[in-house]
């Protein structure tokens, strides 16, 4: 995501902030192209590859313009970065991590069991595709699905635990844990600050003000944490700053 916004000419700062928003939304549309065209998808071809040719190109552009007005761009302080990434994960970590009763705790009710599930289905099958979302995608369990496997579902926040599941090997409930952290934690507080930058033109007491506020409503991002539980609904919405 980074990478793609860099392509674009975005300031590094903005690109920092806005990265997560554009990642998922690349892991979903290469997801949707490899199914149609029969690719396995997994941290090599959806992370790896794409990452590689985005880095040429933008190496590429680099080189090709000499563009030395970026430097004097606007653009948001890595001080104001760093404080809103810290002062999220610590939050995270009070509010979500240390009520856990382990790193493969989850919720038993409603929704939980299609993510499980779901979220297993496409790090075995490697279909990423929300055209095809499915408890039963894997082969072996499709023979014994009760209806028909498959169907639209936004999985965007799936992609991003399947991918987690494959890399490195962890169940479902621990990529789940850790994405949802991350999203609640890191890309939520990262969108705030670029918001609240732009709105308040970088004043330096608001800026440390809102790295505060931001974190402090129980009814978001904190509450969709438990309720539902609709992770997928979390995460787009951490995006939406």
């Known amino acids: 995501g980074y990478l793609f916004l860099r392509v674009f000419r975005m300031a590094r700062g903005y690109a920092v902030c ?23 998808a997994d941290p090599v071809s959806i992370f790896l ?55 493969l705790s989850f ?25 095809y979302s499915s408890s039963y995608t894997a082969q ?31 169940p479902a409930s621990l990529a789940i844990n850790s994405v949802n952290y991350i999203y609640s934690s890191l890309v939520f507080p990262l969108g705030m600050a670029l918001f609240l930058t732009l709105l308040f033109e970088n004043d330096k007491k608001l800026l440390i003000v809102g790295s505060l506020v931001s974190v402090s409503f129980v009814a978001f991002p904190w509450l969709l944490i438990c309720w539902g539980p609709i992770f997928p609904n979390l995460a787009a919405f951490c995006g939406v700053p």
């Not at 997560?20 to 892991?27: D, E, G, I, R, V």
């Not at 919720?107 to 055209?131: M, R």
């Open 18 to 40: 806005a990265a997560p928003l554009f990642s998922t939304l690349l892991f979903s549309i290469l997801g949707i192209i490899y199914e149609s065209t029969g690719i396995f």
């Open 49 to 103: 590859i794409p990452t590689a040719l985005l880095a040429l190109i933008s190496v590429a552009l680099l080189l090709a313009t000499k563009d030395t007005a970026q430097g004097d761009q606007a653009d948001i302080s890595p001080r104001v970065i760093l404080l809103y990434a810290a002062v999220g994960l610590v939050a995270g970590a009070l509010i979500f991590v240390s009520q856990l009763e382990g790193p």
């Open 107 to 131: 919720l038993e009710s409603w929704d939980e069991v299609h993510h499980l599930n779901g979220t297993q289905a496409f790090a075995e099958s490697g279909v990423f595709s929300f055209f």
């Open 140 to 170: 072996e369990a499709a023979t014994i699905a009760p209806v028909e496997a498959g169907g639209f579902y936004p999985s965007g926040w799936q992609v991003v635990c399947a991918l987690v599941v494959q890399a490195v090997r962890v």
